[in-house]
């Protein structure tokens, strides 16, 4: 019995698929095998996460960096205001810090920041 010329090209597509789904498992990251007590791991670093921040280490770093981006705090008490707090510095890098995704378009529009904050 012979093949005709789709019996051939299903055989060539069976071997391509074969070969296909073969690099695909080679390539496959092992599973990540996670703790079971992480619920309970998570929570503990939540729940020490100001021991975690006061750190000498970790507070240095952070006071490093604020000094960086912060020139200078004034705050101003008015009577029927309440406290204002004026922080001078650099706008787009602390948007850029606390907005990550963003950063980017942060400093693309720094001019622009420092024009409407008044710099």
Do not use: W
């Amino acid at each position: 019995m012979t093949e005709g010329p789709a019996g051939s090209r299903s055989n060539e597509v069976d071997a391509e698929l074969k070969q296909m789904v073969a690099a695909r498992e080679a390539i496959a990251p092992a599973p990540v095998d996670l703790p079971e007590d992480l619920p309970a791991l998570y929570r503990n670093f939540v729940d020490d996460l100001v021991s975690t921040l006061s750190e000498e280490e970790v507070a240095g770093r952070a006071s490093d960096e604020l000094h960086r981006l912060v020139d200078r705090v004034v705050v101003r008490h008015e009577a029927k205001v309440g406290h204002t707090v004026e922080i001078l510095g650099e706008l787009a890098s602390m948007l850029g810090a606390a907005d990550s995704k963003n950063a980017a378009i942060y400093e693309a529009a720094a001019c622009s920041l420092k024009l409407v904050a008044g710099a």
